[in-house]
T-cell receptor, first 114, second 119 residues
Framework: DTEVTQTPKHLVMGMTNKKSLKCEQHMGHRAMYWYKQKAKKPPELMFVYSYEKLSINESVPSRFSPECPNSSLLNLHLHALQPEDSALYLC?????????????FGSGTRLTVV | AQKITQTQPGMFVQEKEAVTLDCTYDTSDPSYGLFWYKQPSSGEMIFLIYQGSYDQQNATEGRYSLNFQKARKSANLVISASQLGDSAMYFCAMREVFSMDTGRRALTFGSGTRLQVQP
């Protein structure tokens, strides 16, 4: 199994809603990542979990809250988002943060905030 | 400062011809990795090829090869025998193993090149 699975594929939410994005991998990878990609722009790093601990937070607003319940799962909890948060949210995993090969990306969640 | 530079916002190539997508990078870390990804309109990031900073030979994966010129800090992607299915956005990315900026230990992407293959 060499996949990273993201759900849902599409999400529309209001600015007062609470929703969660889910990411799952079964490759035994110990580092997992959230990236945000606006239209016609490159992905930008949001968070990195290494061995289930938050290792990197790229100054992301608190309305985005990551969670890593176990080594296979990564969630991104969303609350009180703004329309400018509409984007493609990509999850990725790799063998480890210190091992630089073998990043695998999911197909992303397209989020629209209305 | 921009770490990964892709100077070609868009490229056209005829089917069955070869095309080179440019990528230059900037780092003081002696240990780093360079990646190329393809992103079709569906959004998925598809890994194409990897080059480590200590690798002596240029990486190749099927129709993809990476022209790695370390002294010039360039890592251009060459796609041979282009196919219509190669039309997509292509991103060059880098990670720095020992960067003091911890965010750069994860993948940092260039701005991308949109490739269109014409029949």
């Amino acid at each position: 199994d060499t996949e990273v699975t993201q759900t849902p594929k599409h999400l529309v939410m209001g600015m007062t809603n609470k929703k969660s994005l889910k990411c799952e991998q079964h490759m035994g990878h110990r580092a997992m990542y959230w990236y945000k990609q606006k239209a016609k722009k490159p992905p930008e790093l949001m968070f990195v979990y290494s061995y289930e601990k938050l290792s990197i937070n790229e100054s992301v607003p608190s309305r985005f809250s990551p969670e890593c319940p176990n080594s296979s799962l990564l969630n991104l909890h969303l609350h009180a988002l703004q329309p400018e948060d509409s984007a493609l949210y990509l999850c990725a995993s790799s063998q480890g943060l210190e091992q630089g090969y073998g990043y695998t990306f999911g197909s992303g969640t397209r989020l629209t905030v209305v | 400062a921009q770490k990964i530079t892709q100077t070609q916002p868009g490229m056209f190539v005829q089917e069955k011809e070869a095309v080179t997508l440019d990528c230059t990078y900037d780092t003081s870390d002696p240990s780093y990795g360079l990646f190329w990804y393809k992103q079709p309109s569906s959004g998925e990031m598809i890994f194409l090829i990897y080059q480590g900073s200590y690798d002596q030979q240029n990486a190749t994966e099927g129709r993809y090869s990476l022209n790695f010129q370390k002294a010039r800090k360039s890592a251009n992607l060459v796609i041979s025998a282009s196919q219509l299915g190669d039309s997509a956005m292509y991103f060059c990315a880098m990670r720095e193993v020992f960067s003091m900026d911890t965010g750069r230990r994860a993948l940092t992407f260039g701005s991308g090149t949109r490739l269109q293959v014409q029949p």
